[in-house]
């Protein structure tokens, strides 16, 4: 999962199985949240988000829970595949009148053949 | 529709010299931000724009400086650089319509490598 720090957490997958990848936010005031995949030199790209008043939302291969009670997220990715490998920042949104997005340090995920 | 469109892709500065990463969006958007990250971590919120002529800062917004003098364009300036500002660079923009059930999606550029030595 993602912390703070210098190291940035790794997740290896098998091609094919499912990952899930977990991130803890700070803020109980923050009502949504974004999930950003961020490949090799690239910036990030946007993949699923959910506000505060849904548990899940699915999109395609991805599946988000949220759980308030502990301020913890999780992205669930179907049947990994070679192109998933990347970073994978979580995002909460601050309730201030700038909607600022407050990054979390990213877990990289490796998909191995 | 290009998106977010950041130059330079690289650039390698000497300590003290001064330059501008440009950035533009062509998607009308009103939001506009600047992060940077560095090796192995998350976006730090350098300064962002709510719309043409307003500017705010961000967490880490020493020893920069910014404008936005039209929605397009967000060029962020660097002042007498430093080693503390090798880093890359990422411009960001969003359309909030406010309201709640808004969302505020923020799109990113490719990034500008700097290295000042």
């Known amino acids: 999962g993602e912390s703070v720090g210098l190291h940035l957490p790794t997740l290896s997958v098998q091609e094919g199985d499912n990952s899930i990848i977990n991130c803890a936010y700070s803020n109980s005031a923050s009502d949504y949240f974004i999930w950003y995949k961020q490949e090799s030199g690239k910036g990030p790209q946007f993949i699923i988000d959910?506000?505060?008043?849904?548990d899940k939302r699915q999109g395609q291969r991805v599946t988000v829970l949220l759980n308030k009670t502990v301020k913890h997220l999780s992205l669930q990715i179907a049947a990994t595949q070679p192109g998933d490998s990347a970073v994978y920042f979580c995002?909460?949104?601050?309730?201030?009148?700038?909607?600022?997005?407050?990054f979390g340090s990213g877990t990289q995920l490796t998909v191995l053949p | 529709n290009a998106g977010v469109t950041q130059t330079p892709k690289f650039r390698i500065l000497k300590i003290g010299q001064s330059m501008t990463l440009q950035c533009t969006q062509d998607m009308n958007h009103n939001y506009m931000y600047w992060y940077r990250q560095d090796p192995g971590m998350g976006l730090k919120l350098i300064y962002y724009s709510v719309g043409a002529g307003i500017t705010d800062k961000g967490e880490v917004p020493n020893g920069y400086n910014v404008s936005r003098s039209t929605t397009e364009d967000f060029p962020l300036r660097l002042e007498l650089a430093a080693p503390s500002q090798t880093s890359v660079y990422f411009c960001?923009?969003?359309?909030?319509?406010?309201?709640?059930?808004?969302?505020?999606?923020?799109?990113f550029g490719a990034g500008t490598r700097l290295s000042v030595l």
């Open positions: 960001a923009s969003s359309h909030w319509a406010g309201g709640v059930d808004a969302k505020n999606i923020q799109y």
């Open positions: 995002a909460e949104h601050s309730s201030g009148s700038a909607r600022q997005l407050t």
């Open positions: 959910i506000r505060s008043n849904m």
